[in-house]
């Protein structure tokens, strides 16, 4: 029986580190997301400075690409919220998985002061 809860115990632990590092993952995608959406902000800003440098050019390029800006930064924002709404669910399975790891360490701590308290008596 102790090594049963020993091993749920090493058990779990390993799927809740699984879960951190899931999470850890999201959290990077989501940052490589957010660092696209500012990339593409700053990207915005310098040919809106090159159209007021050039206007007559601007004028028959830069509708097309403002068009195509929105597009790409309505599309990151869809994504960015996409990956919190993950990122949100992720949190709660590791919330889950921790207390499944907590409930299985306090049954083994509870089953190893038994047996101290038993040999102590002894």
């Known amino acids: 029986?102790?090594?049963?809860?020993?091993?749920?115990?090493?058990i779990n632990d390993w799927v809740l580190?699984?879960?951190?590092?899931?999470?850890g993952e999201l959290v990077g995608q989501l940052d490589n997301l957010?660092?696209?959406?500012?990339?593409?902000?700053?990207?915005?800003?310098?040919?809106?400075?090159m159209?007021?440098?050039?206007?007559?050019?601007a004028g028959l390029t830069y509708g097309n690409y403002a068009a195509e800006a929105v597009r790409r930064r309505e599309?990151?924002?869809?994504?960015?919220?996409?990956?919190?709404?993950?990122?949100l669910d992720a949190r709660e399975t590791?919330?889950?998985?921790f207390l499944e790891f907590k409930k299985y360490e306090i049954a083994e701590d509870r089953r190893q002061a038994r047996v101290d308290a038993e040999l102590l008596r002894e």
């Open 34 to 49: 957010e660092g696209l959406l500012a990339a593409l902000e700053a990207e915005i800003v310098r040919e809106q400075a």
């Open 17 to 23: 580190d699984q879960k951190r590092r899931s999470l």
């Open 94 to 97: 590791l919330r889950e998985a």
């Open 1 to 10: 029986m102790a090594r049963d809860f020993k091993a749920l115990v090493r």
């Open 75 to 87: 599309a990151l924002q869809r994504r960015i919220a996409d990956k919190e709404t993950e990122i």
């Open 51 to 57: 159209a007021s440098q050039s206007p007559i050019e």
